[in-house]
């Protein structure tokens, strides 16, 4: 299962990978996140994923990258953690900002 913003992108994707579900959607909302959460339900065996791939722009400001991640762990209103939706087991971030951001803590 796949999202990104930019229907160029999902063009290509689908391409590339025809047996996957893609959205056009934008994971720095709320109601993108609550659609993804929506998509999981539907579409994955659990109804949640294990694990998340982040790539929004390896050059996005951390600003960016954190709203992502805060997004990916307090999920909105429209689920319950632990009853039917769970927390990723691993989230991979592409992100240079974070990198750097880390290495310097």
């Avoid at 290509?12 to 994971?27: G, H, Q």
């Avoid at 991640?69 to 769970?86: F, K």
Wanted: glycine fraction near 6%.
């Amino acid at each position: 299962l796949g999202i990104d913003k930019s229907v160029t992108s999902l063009d290509i994707a689908c391409k590339r990978y025809p047996n996957t579900s893609f959205s056009l959607e934008d994971a720095l909302t709320k109601a993108g996140t609550s659609k993804l959460r929506s998509l999981c339900k539907r579409k994955l065996i659990d109804g949640y994923p294990s694990v998340v791939a982040v790539d929004i722009n390896g050059n996005r400001e951390l600003e960016h990258v954190l709203k992502c991640l805060e997004c990916l762990m307090q999920p909105g209103d429209d689920v319950v953690v632990g009853e039917d939706w769970h927390l990723p087991r691993l989230i991979i971030v592409k992100s240079r900002f974070l990198y750097q951001y880390l290495k310097e803590v």
